[in-house]
C-alpha cells in the first residue's frame, strides 16, 4: 500500500481522468519569451516524465492590453499555436497533461495601455488603467474565449481562467477597483457577471472534453475584499457556468501579509479552501506553501481539497510525484519557498530559476551528462557551493571527497536554519544529508584539509566560504561585543538591549532571532494573529479589523549601517518588503548613515554623516558585528603558490551576504564540466 494514498489517487473528471492528486500550479518563467519553443517543452515535458497529473503553464495573455508586460507571451497568430504545439506535444509524449492559463493582467499590466473596471491605479504599477466602456468589456471577454480556444486547438488539455491575484477578473469582483453603475457594477450580482459570463462562453467555444479550471480568491487580504458569502456565491456561479475545476487564489499582489514565502507556515491557507468543501460538486485544489509529499497527503486526508496545487516546488525538484510514489520521499529536493530565484527573477524582468536546483528552466543548457574519463575530485568545504559542486561530480561518476574542518554538513545553512520563519532550511540540510549518502561521497568530516592531503586528487574544488569582516571599531575586543557566528550558534548569551552592526541579509537575521522567542511559521493560529489574517466569514477579505497583533519581541534591538539608504534596500526583491514589516512589528529601531566611533561599556557610540554629527551611545548589553564578509581563500592561494589548479566557488570566491543562490548554480555549472 501507498504512503501516500489520497494524494497518489486518480481523480475522475468524467471525460478524462488525472492519474494523482497533484497539480503543477501556473509560474511565469520567463521561458515562453526567449521564443526557445525546444527549451519550453523540455521544461514542461521533464515535470511530466516526474509524474505530476497535470501542469498549468505561467500565464498567457489574451490581447496586447492584458499581458503583464509589453511584448508577453500568448496566443495570437497560426504560428504562437504552432510553437505551443511543440510543447504539447512533447509534454503528452512523456504521458503529462498541460493546461494553459489565461492571464489578463488589467491594472496591474506593466503598460500605460493597462485597462480596468475602473481608472483606479494600482499600488504595485505606475500606470493608471483605462476605464472600459461597454465595447471594450466585450472585447476583453471575446479575446479571453478566444485564446481557449486557440489553446485547444495547440493541443493544450485544458485552460485555467485567471480570476484570483487581484488581476483583471478580480478587479471586477471588489468595489476598491470597481466603481461602475451600470450592469458591470454595484450590486454584487453585477460585479460578478464578468468571471461568471467569461466561463460560460469559454465552456460554450471549447466544448464539453475540454478542462476549464477557475482560479477563484478565496481570500483576498486586501482592504474591501470579498466577503465569504460572495466568495461562495461565485464559486456556485462558476460552476453552473461549466468551469470544471475550482482552483484556489490566496490574496492580492498588492495584499500587505506574506501568502509565499518561507515565514509562511505550511499549508497556511488550506483552512480556507476546506470551508468551500461540500458546497460545489466540482473538485476543489487547494494551494500555497504546500511543500513535500507528507504535507499535501496531510491536507487531502483532512479534507481540505480534492487536489493539491504546488509550483515552486517543481521547481526545486521535477519528479517530486515520482519520488513520493517510489517511497523516495527524503530524496526530493525541497522547495524552501526563499523566491530568490523564481519571484525575484521573474520580477526582476530575469529568466526563473531555483536557488536549491539551477537546472530548473535550464534543461537544455545545463546538462549533467557521465564523464568520460573518470577523475578523483577533492571539495573543501560542505556548504551549499561544495555540497552541489560534490552531489554533481559524483552524478557524473567522478569519485569525490568533501573535506570540512566542521563535524557536520551545510556550512552557514546551520545558522540560516536557527533564523525564525527560515525553518526549510533545516529540511535543505537533511536532503543533502541524504543525497551525499546517496552518492557514495566519501566525507572528511572535522578535518582541516592541507595541501599534502590534496596531493592525489585530479581536480580541487575550494568551498572554504567567508569569515566576518573586521569593521575595526575601537573596542570592539570587548565582553560584550559578539560575532553573528557566535548569536546563531546559539554560543553566547545576549542582553536585553543590543545594537546590531550591519543591516544586510545577516543582520536582519540576527534581529529577528534576537526579537522572537517562539517562531510563529511553527504555529498558523500565531501567525494569522501577527499579520492580522482573520476568516472571510466574519471579515471582509479576510483582514482582520484589529489589524495586526504580534507577540512582544523578547529584547530591544537596534540595527544599524552605515549606508545611508533605507535598511534593508538590497534584500529580496518579493521579500524585502516582509522583513521590514516584520521587524518594524517588533519595534526594531533602524538608523542608517552612521560612523561607528567606539565601543565601551556605556553601549555603542555612533555619528552621523562626514562631519561626524549628532553623536551618540545607543546603551546596549551587547553589540553583534554583521559588517560583511571576506573570503576564506588561505588554503586555495596555498595550492596556487605550489603551482596546483584549483576551482575556488561560492563565497571563497565572492563573499557577497551568503549567496546560496549563486554558490549553488556556481557548484553544479562548474562540476557539470569537470
Partial sequence: ??????????????????????????MHTGLEETKDWNRVAEFYAERARGDVALMVTGGMAPNAEGGVFPGAAGLYTDEDIANHKIVTDRVHDADGKIAMQILHAGRYAYSPNCVAPSPVKSP???????????????????????????????????????????????????????????????????????????????????????????????????????????????????????????????????????????????????????????????????????????????????????????????LADAHFVAKAKAGKAAEIAPCIACNQACLDHTFSGKLSSCLVNPRACHETELTIAAADTTKKVAVVGAGPAGLSAALTAAERGHAVTIFDKSDEIGGQLNMAKQVPGKEEFWGLVDYYRTMVAKAGITLQMGTTATPEALVDFNEIIIATGVAPRDPAIPGQDGPNVLSYIDVLRGKAEVGKNVAVIGAGGIGFDVAEFLVTDESPTENLD??????????????????????????????????????????????????????????????????????????????????????????KVIAADTIVLCAGQVPQRSLADALIALGRTVHVIGGADVAAELDAKRAIDQGTRLAAQL
Fill in 1 to 26: 500500500m501507498t504512503q501516500y494514498p489520497n494524494l497518489l489517487s486518480p481523480l475522475d473528471l468524467g471525460f478524462t481522468t488525472l492519474k494523482n492528486r497533484v497539480l503543477m500550479g501556473s
Fill in 124 to 314: 504595485i504599477s505606475p500606470f493608471p488603467p483605462k476605464e472600459l466602456d461597454e465595447d471594450g468589456i466585450e472585447k476583453q471577454i471575446s479575446d479571453i474565449v478566444t485564446a481557449a480556444t486557440r489553446a485547444k486547438e495547440a493541443g493544450y488539455d485544458g485552460v485555467e481562467v485567471m480570476g484570483s491575484e487581484g488581476y483583471f477578473i478580480n478587479q471586477f469582483l471588489v468595489t476598491h477597483t470597481n466603481k461602475r453603475t451600470d450592469r458591470w457594477g454595484g450590486s454584487y450580482e453585477n460585479r460578478m457577471r464578468l468571471p461568471v459570463e467569461t466561463v460560460r462562453r469559454v465552456r460554450e467555444a471549447v466544448g464539453t472534453d475540454f478542462i476549464v479550471i477557475y482560479r477563484l480568491s478565496m481570500i483576498d487580504l486586501v482592504p474591501n475584499g470579498s466577503t465569504w458569502e460572495e466568495v461562495l456565491q461565485l464559486a456556485k456561479a462558476i460552476e453552473d457556468a461549466g468551469a470544471t475545476i475550482l482552483n484556489t487564489g490566496i490574496g492580492w499582489h498588492e495584499a500587505r501579509i506574506p501568502t509565499i514565502a518561507t515565514s509562511v507556515p505550511r499549508r497556511a491557507f488550506t483552512w480556507v479552501t476546506k470551508k468551500l468543501m461540500g458546497e460545489v460538486q466540482i473538485p476543489i485544489i487547494t494551494s500555497n506553501r504546500i511543500n513535500m509529499p507528507e504535507v499535501a497527503e496531510g491536507v487531502l486526508s483532512d479534507g481540505c481539497a480534492d487536489m493539491v496545487s504546488m509550483a515552486r516546488p517543481f
Fill in 526 to 615: 500565531e501567525w494569522l494573529a501577527e499579520w492580522g489574517v482573520g476568516d472571510p466569514s466574519q471579515t471582509r477579505g479576510g483582514l482582520r479589523p484589529e489589524g495586526a497583533q504580534p507577540e512582544a519581541p523578547v529584547r530591544q534591538v537596534t540595527l544599524l549601517q552605515r549606508k545611508s539608504e533605507k535598511l534593508g534596500k538590497r534584500l529580496g526583491k518579493t521579500t524585502g518588503w516582509i522583513h521590514r514589516a516584520g521587524l518594524q512589528m517588533k519595534n526594531v529601531q533602524m538608523i542608517g548613515g552612521v560612523n561607528y566611533e567606539k565601543i565601551d561599556s556605556d553601549g555603542l557610540h555612533i555619528s552621523h554623516g562626514e562631519a561626524r554629527e549628532n553623536p
